[in-house]
């Protein structure tokens, strides 16, 4: 692994507070995410299931986690199911985690091989009433054309066990997910520490005419030489009016002189991630246009951040902070305070300049799993990234920070991370 090795402590604390809300004599099953292949004979950098990463911390592909709280047999409680090597995966890919390994780094006992998953779990299945299985019900899901692992499970388990009941994991895993344990939080910070080394490479990087991919390879040196898995998502490098399409990132457009870069980038460490976004002048200089927008945005992250706390709704923060930036829109000229007055509340004016939820989750997802109709709660990491986008006039300004709830007030997670105007503009001086 690259990254420090994480106490088991922490999955064994996730499976006790996980068979702690499993109803009755049911047996859970989660699988880790398939290898997906590119073209030929290469495949993507391997992503694990979030859900059997919390509760097992195995980073490694083809495996099982069956967990069976009320089983007769006490071997039968906990069992992590892994691949077995053999010489020529050894050859080629080489090692993998032997069962010793496996045990280490979850603190499960029992560690079999995986081809022995469907004649253990057959035992196991007679005595149980139900299952509870894994599936992706991220309300953003991306995987509705393609077969997952977890799909083949569901399809797998009802046809060979048609009469048991079934439930779901990620009804366990969205309430637990949310409030992150200290381990977590350490894991979280090193992933912005990261960033914000990789931060001030892209500021020293920046000048007239450079590539925003060279930007951008500023942060991939970065997250490598720390020890990062990856990108927590494919970094926006958004120049001057490229900055108004949200999710841009082709990154291939020229920084020009008196543009501003718009970075919203984050680093995927031991599977958790940071998110962070900081405008910066192409040249060092803000103009008098692009401080004005800056300092507005500015304005919202820091009122807009102190919203963030326990009792509150998102969809109350959100209305919040949509006032503070309407608010804003009308200083800078670009909403008239009276045709704001009578606007339909259904198509509010800001609409046109800020566009965006403000507020998500964050943790082994970048939009971490939560219901938003759960008040705010300490131990939650949430963002706060306000917007101002203005298509007419080239600027996108968007500032993101990363937040720990707690009963006495935020941790902001990312205040190492220059924001300031004055900072930016001295931390770019050439010379
Ligand atoms: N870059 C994704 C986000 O800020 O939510
Ligand atoms: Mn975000
Ligand atoms: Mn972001």
Redesign the pocket.
């Known amino acids: 692994m690259r990254y420090t090795t994480i106490p088991n402590s922490l999955f064994v604390k996730n499976r006790k507070n996980f068979i702690s809300e499993m109803k009755e004599n049911a047996i859970a099953i989660l699988t880790s995410n398939d290898v997906k292949h590119n073209n030929a004979d290469d495949v993507m950098g391997f992503t694990q299931n979030n859900d059997l990463f919390y509760l097992s911390g195995i980073d490694q592909e083809e495996t099982i986690l069956v967990l069976y709280p009320d089983a007769y047999k006490e071997e039968n409680r906990e069992i992590l199911f892994i691949k077995e090597t053999n010489e020529n995966i050894k050859i080629w890919d080489g090692e993998k985690l032997t069962k010793e390994q496996a045990s280490q780094i979850s603190g499960v006992k029992r560690v079999e091989w995986i081809q022995d998953f469907e004649m253990t779990l057959q035992y196991m299945a007679f005595e149980a009433e139900g299952f509870y299985l894994g599936h992706n019900e991220h309300l953003k899901r991306v995987t509705k054309d393609q077969e997952t692992q977890q799909d083949r499970m569901i399809k797998w388990c009802k046809e060979k066990y048609p009469l048991h009941e079934y439930d779901r994991v990620a009804k366990i895993t969205r309430n637990l997910r949310p409030i992150k344990s200290d381990d977590e939080i350490e894991l979280m910070q090193k992933a912005v520490n990261i960033s914000v080394e990789g931060f001030h490479r892209a500021l020293k990087a920046a000048k007239p005419n450079v590539k925003e991919y060279e930007i951008e390879a500023e942060l991939i040196y970065t997250l490598t030489k720390n020890g990062a898995t990856r990108h927590a998502?494919k970094p926006?490098v958004a120049s001057g009016k490229n900055a108004c399409a949200l999710h841009y990132n082709t990154n291939d457009g020229i920084c020009k002189d008196g543009d501003m870069i718009l970075l919203?980038f984050?680093v995927c460490y031991a599977n958790y991630n940071s998110?962070t976004?900081r405008c910066f002048p192409v040249n060092g200089k803000f103009t008098e246009r692009q401080k004005e927008v800056y300092t507005s945005v500015l304005h919202c992250l820091k009122e807009g951040a102190k919203l963030l706390k326990p009792g509150v709704i998102s969809s109350e923060y959100e209305t919040q902070m949509a006032l503070l930036i309407e608010t804003e829109l009308i200083k800078l000229g670009l909403l008239n305070a009276d045709e704001v007055v009578k606007q339909d509340p259904k198509k509010p004016l800001y609409k046109k300049y800020f566009m965006h939820g403000t507020a998500?989750h964050i943790g082994l997802d970048?939009?971490d799993v939560g219901l938003y109709s759960r008040p705010f709660e300490a131990g939650m990491t949430l963002?706060c990234?306000p917007g101002i986008y203005i298509q007419e006039e080239g600027i996108g300004c968007r500032l993101?920070n990363d937040y720990l709830l707690t009963k006495d007030g935020n941790i902001n997670l990312t205040e190492a991370m220059p924001i300031e105007i004055e900072d930016i503009e001295a931390l770019m001086k050439k010379g």
């Open positions: 998502f926006i919203d984050g998110d976004t998500h970048v939009h963002t990234e993101e």
